[in-house]
């Protein structure tokens, strides 16, 4: 281990690369992580539900996503149930207790992801 | 268990004996009688002198790397002040190390291109926290091509034989911390920006105060 050495100029280049940390690496403003705790926006979401194996068990998640701006989503861990059947059904109503437009008339436009398929 | 231990007082009782002595006069009977043991029981253990002071080495090494890790903790000024008090610690721990530096160097040709590695590291460290305070507004821009340079060499010289020197000046000369400190950050203050300044004010100056000269 000891019979290893960083070059001289590797060395100054890593030193540089930690004294850059200060100015490249800035830490991000707080409002960007607002949407966390301001969920106002939830109320005009599109809610999908999602159910995975995990632990032995089906978890449900919902996902909200705006249903003007879909790139704007949350995801949240909902519950865990035995039985998928169980958890489908939960998931259904859970869904429909969330979602603002029970009828579900709300629904998020593909395009609006502008994703390209090439 | 036994053995790691007794490895480790011969390993404490030379680094003592070789700071009291110099390196050249210290016998390995007299690091056997200091802990009490025979020097057949002392050669199981090293086989020779070299071996110890290779064993020194080690320790050494491990403490340069510790104290070379610790760059840029602080985002400010006052990380070189805590490398610095780390440099004064382990060169107060081993003196003899700094005195007998061209002894180590003429004998042990193998220990000393260990600790080329880490003069190198030490000096561009010191060299590129110029450049940190320059791109933070605390140092001023280099007044000329090598100036940085040499200011580093500088720093490192003055901290690898702040020992030796003080030695061979009289030994009733003040060593601590805080006067070790203060010529090294003097150094370094001419080049400080107003705004240097204030956080040399803010952040050092009270640092240094405190430091004792014992």
């Known amino acids: ?118 | 268990m036994g053995d790691l231990n007794t490895k480790q007082k011969i390993i404490n009782a030379s680094i003592s004996l070789f700071n009291s002595n110099g390196l050249a006069n210290v016998r390995l009977q007299q690091i056997a009688n200091e802990i009490g043991i025979s020097p057949g029981n002392l050669a199981y253990h090293f086989r020779n002198k070299e071996a110890i002071i290779e064993a020194i080495n080690d320790d050494l090494y491990e403490e340069t790397a510790e104290i070379l890790s610790t760059y840029r903790i602080f985002p400010n000024l006052l990380d070189f002040d805590n490398q610095l008090t780390k440099y004064f610690t382990f060169i107060q721990k081993y003196p003899f190390y700094f005195l007998d530096l061209l002894e180590i160097e003429r004998h042990y040709p193998d220990i000393q291109s260990k600790r080329k590695a880490h003069i190198s590291k030490m000096i561009s460290q010191i060299r590129k926290r110029f450049d940190f305070n320059v791109q933070r507004g605390m140092i001023v821009e280099e007044p000329r091509p090598g100036v940085y340079d040499s200011v580093s060499n500088a720093i490192w010289v003055l901290i690898t034989f702040w020992i030796p020197q003080n030695v061979v000046r009289g030994a009733n000369l003040e060593m601590g911390t805080k006067t070790f400190k203060e010529t090294v950050w003097n150094q370094v203050y001419p080049y400080l920006t107003p705004q240097g300044v204030a956080e040399y004010d803010q952040l050092i100056r009270p640092l240094l105060e405190q430091s004792s000269d014992k």
């Open chain 1, 1 to 118: 281990m000891h019979d290893f050495q960083l070059d001289a100029g590797a060395y100054n280049e890593l030193v540089n690369l930690l004294n850059n940390q200060l100015f490249t690496e800035v830490p991000a403003l707080s409002e960007v992580m607002d949407f966390l705790s301001d969920d106002w926006w939830l109320r005009d979401t599109a809610v999908i539900e999602n159910i995975v194996p995990r632990e032995g068990m089906w978890e449900i998640h919902l996902v909200f996503a705006h249903y003007l701006q879909p790139q704007k989503l949350i995801k949240r861990v909902i519950s865990r149930h035995v039985s998928k059947d169980k958890a489908e059904l939960s998931a259904w109503y859970m869904r429909r207790l969330a979602a603002k437009d029970q009828r579900g008339t709300l629904k998020v436009n593909l395009d609006d992801f502008k994703l390209c398929h090439s």
